[in-house]
């Protein structure tokens, strides 16, 4: 039985599976609409979310199982002080599978070395968020043709961003990437995540201006600054608008550039960059539920 805590614990030869499975999801939705028959996805959600919890609840009924969960911590019993070993046992006993989202890095890997069935960490404080990733690289590889020899930008909180986290670790294992930082100097990434860049020898630059990277990019990866992490709101008042993409920034990007964003968007991506062909967010969105349904498929280990 696997769990899904970290991005890593997938190999490439692994990420290329999943990718080539939701490639065939979305050719064949009906070979693959009665594979979960029977089996039942819980989502513990203790933190908010549209995209995750809702693509992940798509996924298991177009694979015709079930789902039941909560949204929020306080309608389950850790409102009433149960510890997250406790409410992962007991979800054991109801469930096949369990998504969980927490506030609290490392919240989902304590579900799992306590749970019965496989838990796929849907985000877990500022940490990482694997399955963003995984959505993250199949918009890639769909919009690229390729996970390799690309220039990556990404831009805004790169500090508290864990789908930044999450998918650069995954890009560091492809060839010939460069990674470009672009971030307020209070948000820079974490140096945790940057010795995998240093480890490994990666080329990568760090700057605080957008507009000076913007003609080399192959694809921009906007993030929302994360409110719910600062400790104090001036410094999220002061750093929220620290990068907007509005239309004429792009005059220098490159025609096929991919513009991407986990979403929520905040107000880092004006609207009327939504009806530019390079805009993918919404594409990442789709894509989401497809690489989830190859992922439950590949832990509940159905053929
Ligand atoms: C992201 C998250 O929850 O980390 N959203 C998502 O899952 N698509 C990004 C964010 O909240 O900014």
Do not use: W
């Amino acid at each position: 039985m696997r769990s899904l805590i970290d991005i890593l614990e997938l190999d490439v030869t692994e990420i290329k599976e999943l990718i080539d499975k939701a490639n065939d999801i979305i050719a064949n939705p009906v070979k693959y609409s009665e594979k979960c028959r029977g089996k039942k996805l819980a989502t513990l959600f203790f933190e908010p979310s549209t995209r995750t919890r809702l693509s992940f609840e798509a996924a298991m009924y177009e694979l015709g199982g079930n789902v039941l969960g909560f949204s929020e911590a306080q309608s389950s019993s850790a409102a009433k002080g149960e510890s997250i070993a406790d409410t992962a046992k007991t979800t054991s006993c109801y469930a096949d599978i369990i998504a969980m989202r927490h506030p609290k890095e490392g919240a989902p890997l304590v579900a799992a070395m306590n749970a019965s069935i496989p838990v796929i960490n849907a985000g877990d404080g500022g940490h990482n968020h694997p399955t963003q990733t995984l959505t993250d690289l199949l918009t890639i590889q769909r919009e690229k043709g390729r996970l390799n020899n690309l220039t990556v930008g990404f831009c805004g909180d790169l500090k508290f961003g864990r789908t930044v986290h999450s998918l650069i670790n995954a890009l560091s294992r492809y060839e010939n990437i460069k990674f470009v930082l672009v971030s307020p100097e209070e948000l820079k990434l974490p140096s945790y995540v940057k010795e995998t860049l240093k480890k490994n020898n990666l080329e990568y630059v760090q700057t605080t201006d957008l507009d000076s990277v913007m003609p080399e990019l192959d694809i921009l990866y906007m993030t929302r600054v994360q409110r719910e992490r600062f400790f104090n709101e001036e410094d999220y008042l002061r750093l929220k608008d620290s990068y907007i993409l509005r239309p004429e920034r792009l005059n220098t990007a490159k025609a096929d550039l991919a513009i991407m964003h986990p979403l929520p968007r905040v107000n880092e991506i004006s609207v009327e960059i939504d009806s530019d062909p390079r805009a993918c967010y919404f594409k990442q969105v789709l894509n989401g539920k497809y690489i989830r349904m190859a992922l439950i498929l590949k832990l509940l280990e159905v053929e």
